[in-house]
């Protein structure tokens, strides 16, 4: 009963003291001057000169008080910025595309076709729009307290010298961290262009060398890769500019060169095309006949049959493996041996 009770006493003064705080701290922001405001609104006297009086007195306690109430909303705009952010999408009809997995099926009776069947990864569509959501909020945040530190500077520099410091301070910034806001800036557009999402793999190409693994964290400045060879590597966003997901579209590309006799080549040939029809039969993995091309088209103490196939999604090192075991086999069983 007795909180009640205080919350009934104190709360509107509170409402008061914070509106009047409020009122204050804008006036002082906009450099308003108080005599002609009053004088503007009441007229001039005795009365307009006394509250100009008065308001000199609770003047500084006024703009803490505004400085408290101006941070204070602040932290409620915090509170509620994933709901902002969430709401902010729905307006703008935000929709994250559906990820395409693809996967070989056998209709039922039928062994010996394929099909695609396109599977969107509802979890995939969950997690991107969680991510884009959570920057969006990150950044109401920002704004919330950046927009607060500047009412709250107000009340005691002027804007014009606080506009002439923060320019100073942005460009000794923005030139000494160029780089973290370079990634921070390339995170953002990585995430809404929908580059690559958490357990992707994926192979990022720098300068001098390349990365290959699949991506287990993603923030907007780093992004976390783990490595075939088991190595976690945390990679800045900034450097994510040529990128190759083999997590994307219909199939993972794999490739098996077979090194022959010259003069096996006619029979060779033979045999891996008659081989790859069946082949999708023999290896569930396979989406449809491979093809054979002779990449260099040279001719030597060997020559090279270089076998282009599309492997199901994810299957493509497994795949590579059991061409390689089923070709050695065929070739053997024809007479056709490898050149070393």
Known sequence: MSRRLLVVIFGPLLAIIALTALTVGLLQTAQVDELELVESVLGSGPLPAWLVTAYNYAELPLRLAFV????????????ISGRLAGLALRL??????????????????????????????????????????????????????????ILAAGQFVSLV????????????????????IGDFLNGISNIFENRFDVGDNVSIFRVGDSLEGTVERVTVRTLTIRTRAGELIVVPQGEV???????????????????????????ALAVLLALADEAVTLLPDLLEPWKVVGEDGQLGAAAELHIHARARYGRGAELRLRIMTLVAERLAAAGVGLAG
């Open 241 to 267: 500019r040529i990128l190759r997901n083999y997590s994307r579209g219909s199939f993972t590309g794999t490739h098996v060169v077979a090194l022959v006799a010259p003069a096996d080549l006619p029979q």
């Open 92 to 149: 703008a009809r935000y929709e994250t595309p559906p990820v395409a997995r693809f996967s070989r099926i056998a209709p039922p009776g039928d062994n010996q076709s394929a099909i695609l069947e396109n599977r969107a990864t509802p979890s995939a569509q969950a997690r991107r729009s969680q991510t884009v959501q959570l920057l969006l909020a990150s950044f109401i945040n920002f704004i919330a307290f950046i927009v607060a530190f």
């Open 68 to 79: 408290v109430v101006i941070f204070f909303l602040a932290w409620l705009v915090t509170r």
């Open 161 to 180: 010298n606080l506009a002439v410091v923060s320019t100073i301070v942005a460009n000794a910034f923005g030139f000494a961290a160029r780089d973290y």
